[in-house]
């Protein structure tokens, strides 16, 4: 079973560009969820999507969007990108109900630096 | 607002031993989860352990276990029998019942397994 799938895993950008993350979930999962990891601030939540719909969001501007598709596949766009959006970005997917309600299934990341 | 606190930054033990790693946090919620999700170096984010805050017993996944007092808001991990193969990051999160997702992590504790 093929895992949740990150593209693309490193980039490079320049301030006040904006940038697309995709991520495809594990075959099943309708919930995909969005993290930002960097040293200073640990894993901050982004916001989360099930069906299609973002049933959850973090503290972050609005620059910070996201979507997902009909077919659980989900991308997150950050515009106006700033110095302190370099960070590595997390997908994770899960079924999103039943017994197993928060198991998350992480991706390896998408690694940004905005210089 | 949710918060997760892990007070030890990196810990050694060697191989074979055992070893608990701390977390606290606060909330004002009844019905939550608590999880502790593992990251190896350059590798992705994995689920350890799940613990339900409405089960009294302590949930246990082969040599890990832990120990969670729900009226001290502590849930700590233990790890038995350490093998250089839980060298990695250790995050405990929160989720609320209704949460869909959203958790909050604590800063981390760096596990080093020594041969």
């Known amino acids: 079973k093929a895992g949740v799938t990150q593209t693309p895993r490193y980039l490079i950008k320049t301030r006040g560009q904006q940038v697309t993350l995709s991520c495809s979930p594990i075959?099943?999962?309708?919930?995909v969820s969005w993290y930002q990891q960097t040293p200073g601030q640990g894993l901050q939540f982004l916001f989360e999507?099930?069906?299609?719909?973002?049933?959850n969001k973090g503290n972050f501007p609005g620059r910070f969007s996201g979507r997902q598709f009909s077919n659980s596949r989900s991308e997150m766009n950050v515009s106006t990108l700033e110095l302190g959006d370099s960070a590595l970005y997390l997908c994770?997917?899960?079924?999103?109900?039943?017994?197993?309600?928060?198991?998350?299934?992480f991706g390896e990341g998408s690694r940004l630096t905005v210089l | 607002a949710q918060t997760v606190t892990q007070s030890q930054p990196e810990m050694s033990v060697q191989e074979a031993e055992t070893v608990t790693l701390s977390c606290t946090y606060d909330?004002?919620?009844?019905?939550?989860?608590l999880f502790w999700y593992k990251q190896p170096p350059s590798r992705q984010m994995i689920l350890v352990i799940r613990?339900?805050?409405?089960?009294?017993q302590n949930a246990t996944e082969n040599r890990f276990s832990v120990n969670f007092q729900k009226a001290a808001k502590s849930f700590s991990l233990k790890i038995s029998d350490s093998q250089l193969g839980d060298t990695a990051m250790y995050f405990c999160?929160?989720?609320?019942?209704?949460?869909?997702?959203?958790?909050?992590f604590g800063s981390g504790t760096k596990l080093n397994v020594k041969p």
């Open positions: 994770a997917s899960s079924r999103g109900t039943g017994e197993k309600t928060g198991e998350l299934f």
């Open positions: 075959s099943g999962h309708r919930s």
């Open positions: 999507y099930f069906s299609e719909t973002q049933r």
């Open positions: 909330t004002s919620e009844n019905n939550y989860y």
């Open positions: 613990q339900e805050a409405y089960k009294q």
């Open positions: 999160a929160f989720m609320g019942q209704n949460n869909f997702n959203k958790f909050y």
